[in-house]
């Protein structure tokens, strides 16, 4: 049986590729859910990590498991806490190596523009409260971590999974395929675990919109309501406040007045931090991509 390890990225379609594709039971079978994922591979501390119990635990699992079906780990902590610099991608991508000998490898990426755009969304969804000119060009002091730029070379990545699982075995797969081809995707990810072509033409239902970011234009609504609800950048809420903040963060995904506005304020300040960093990234990441990325909207260096 094949073993697939899906780690991410963040914000490339993740969680549908989880609730429709991986739990296709015909097909599939997801070993971990996130919270067991955290627990086994991602919380413990590099001095507590045990990387044999952890391979015991996975060939456990997969024993119990029927013939022909793929069993996959796939969650997009995997790739490490992108709000912060995704500074533990690396052990982990050791520790899956440690975990998971033998697997196939499935890497999901996006251009790096709108997925900053995301990044920075996700980050106000979750209690962050500086404005997107602000956020890209945070310095913290000595010792503490923020975003970081070189995150966003997904080509560091896939080619340690190279590394640790053998180029043959590593897959990447560009988000934008799934929204303009989405039976071109699943052919792809199908061939690369070794299942027949003809079964990636299976009626999925259409793409979630789980996780969905709010629009630009709401933005101003959300880091109102910051301080009035918890969340990862702000444990500690007024509690009392709860309330408001709620309705605040529901008001800002509705809110579109000013919308063109705020998108393009949002694509500017993008555009002037990202031109012109990632296209050497980029081209080293085609090798892993069965399909022309510059044709989907990648920055290439010629």
């Keep these: 049986m094949t073993l697939l390890v899906h780690p991410g990225f963040h914000k490339t379609a993740t969680s549908w590729l989880q ?9 599939f079978s997801s070993l971990l859910d996130h919270g067991e994922i955290d ?8 001095f507590n990590f045990d990387a044999e119990a952890a391979k015991s635990r996975i060939a456990a699992l997969r024993a119990d498991g029927k013939s022909g079906i793929v069993d996959v780990v796939s969650s997009e902590i995997l790739s490490g806490n992108i709000l912060l610099g995704s500074r533990d991608s690396a052990a982990l991508a050791g520790r899956l190596a440690a975990s998971c000998p033998g697997a196939k490898v499935l890497l999901t990426v996006r251009a790096q523009r709108p997925i900053m755009k995301s990044i920075y969304l996700q980050y106000i969804k979750r209690g962050g409260q500086l404005s997107i000119e602000e956020y890209l060009n945070f310095e913290p002091e000595p010792g503490y971590f923020w975003f970081d730029l070189r995150t966003l070379e997904f080509d560091r990545l896939a080619q340690l999974y190279a590394d640790l699982f053998g180029s043959e075995n590593v897959l990447v797969l560009p988000q934008e ?7 071109h995707y699943l052919r792809l990810l199908c061939a690369h675990v070794g299942l027949e072509q003809s079964e990636a033409e299976l009626e999925l239902g259409a793409v979630s919109a ?7 234009s709401g933005v101003a609504l959300l880091r109102m309501s910051s301080p009035m609800r918890p969340g990862p950048f702000n444990p500690r809420s007024s509690g009392i406040l709860d309330p408001l903040g709620n309705l605040l963060e ?3 995904y509705r809110w579109t007045w000013g919308k063109a506005r705020a998108d393009a304020r949002m694509n ?7 031109t012109g960093h990632f296209g050497a990234s980029n081209a080293r990441l085609q090798q892993y991509a069965p399909v022309d990325l510059a044709a989907l909207g990648y920055e290439i260096a010629v």
């Design 268 to 274: 500017d300040a993008v555009a002037a931090k990202l």
């Design 210 to 216: 789980s996780g969905v970011s709010p629009p630009a």
């Design 39 to 46: 627990d086994l591979l991602v919380r413990p501390h590099e």
């Design 250 to 252: 529901r008001a800002a």
């Design 177 to 183: 395929l799934l929204a303009r081809d989405r039976a």
């Design 19 to 27: 609730s429709t594709v991986f739990a296709e039971s015909r097909l």
